[in-house]
């Protein structure tokens, strides 16, 4: 009897021993569990930690490319129409020194140099600038600051027109004909110069600047017609102050008479052409800074892996 109760107890002890060791086994694994499932947690949030990093690096890269882009694609523009400006410098300067009179724009300049003996481009930066006066009475509101970067491109012109003229000073046809080619000359450059400023879309001179703001006063005005009111209206105030004080026409003869008509016409034809070829020439620069900012972004991608 004795035996069979040691038997049994010590049969007891290692049935107890046994479920104590099986329950230490579980609470073992649960712990196990929770700590993988810890670490599985904390790998997911390390993992979306770097996916948002990389987003945001990637936002980054692109805002800059974007930013790095437009001023690229801002100063080439610039760069066509700074182009434009000396091509039409030089054409004022040959209708000038032909002495059959200037393209409109041009005329009241003129005869302001006749009279005041100040160059040409100092003329050119005074009258420019009033009629950006004359535009902020007219748009009053709705004249937008920006409309007076006008002003240093009139500056910049008026400049290039002192230096044209400087080159240009041997340039003194005698005979009538002689006179006529010189002013033919004169009017392909500044027909060719405003193209380029066409094409360059960036910001224009005074004079077009004014057309734009009675279009804007009165919507119904086409900016063509708004365009040959202006022109008009030159015309004939230089007109006026020429006879005024120079007791006769000059700046404004025969030769104004041709730019007002032609300058428009070969504009207009040139423009089918100048128009496209700065549009690739843009397009192609930004496919270039495409493929650059591709590989920044690659670049950057790969840093953050």
Not at 11 to 23: G, I, M, P, T
Not at 57 to 68: C, L, M, N, Q, V
Not at 216 to 231: E, L, Q
Request: glycine share 6%; charged share 15%.
């Amino acid at each position: 009897m004795v035996e069979n109760s040691e038997q049994t107890n010590t049969e007891n002890s290692a049935e107890d021993l046994k479920n104590a060791l099986n329950e230490s086994a579980a609470a073992n694994a649960v712990q196990n569990a929770e700590k993988d499932s810890e670490c599985d947690a904390s790998a997911a949030c390390s993992a979306e930690k770097t996916e948002g990093a990389t987003e945001k690096a990637e936002g980054a890269a692109r805002s800059k490319i974007d930013i790095k882009q437009k001023v690229i694609e801002y100063s080439m523009r610039t760069l066509v129409l700074v182009i434009g400006l000396v091509i039409m410098s030089f054409g004022v300067g040959l209708s000038i020194q032909a002495t059959l009179g200037t393209s409109p724009i041009s005329s009241i300049p003129t005869v302001l140099y006749y009279i005041t003996k100040l160059s040409v481009g100092t003329t050119t930066i005074i009258f420019n600038t009033l009629i950006v006066i004359l535009q902020i009475i007219i748009l009053r509101r709705r004249f937008r600051l920006i409309q007076l970067l006008q002003i240093p491109v009139c500056v910049v012109f008026g400049l290039l027109c002192d230096v044209s003229l400087s080159c240009l000073g041997a340039v003194t046809p005698q005979q009538y004909w002689a006179q006529w080619l010189i002013c033919i000359a004169g009017i392909l450059l500044v027909a060719i110069g405003v193209s380029f400023e066409v094409a360059a879309n960036v910001m224009t001179l005074a004079g077009e600047g004014l057309a734009l703001s009675v279009c804007k006063v009165a919507p119904k005005i086409k900016f063509g017609y708004a365009k040959v009111m202006c022109d008009c209206s030159f015309v004939i105030i230089a007109a006026a102050i020429s006879l005024i004080f120079l007791h006769g026409l000059q700046g404004v003869r025969e030769g104004t008479i041709a730019a007002a008509i032609f300058v428009g016409l070969i504009a207009k034809q040139l423009n089918k052409v100048t128009i496209p070829l700065a549009n690739k020439f843009f397009a192609l620069s930004s496919k270039h800074k495409n493929n650059e900012s591709g590989a920044a972004m690659q670049h950057s991608t790969a840093k953050g892996n």
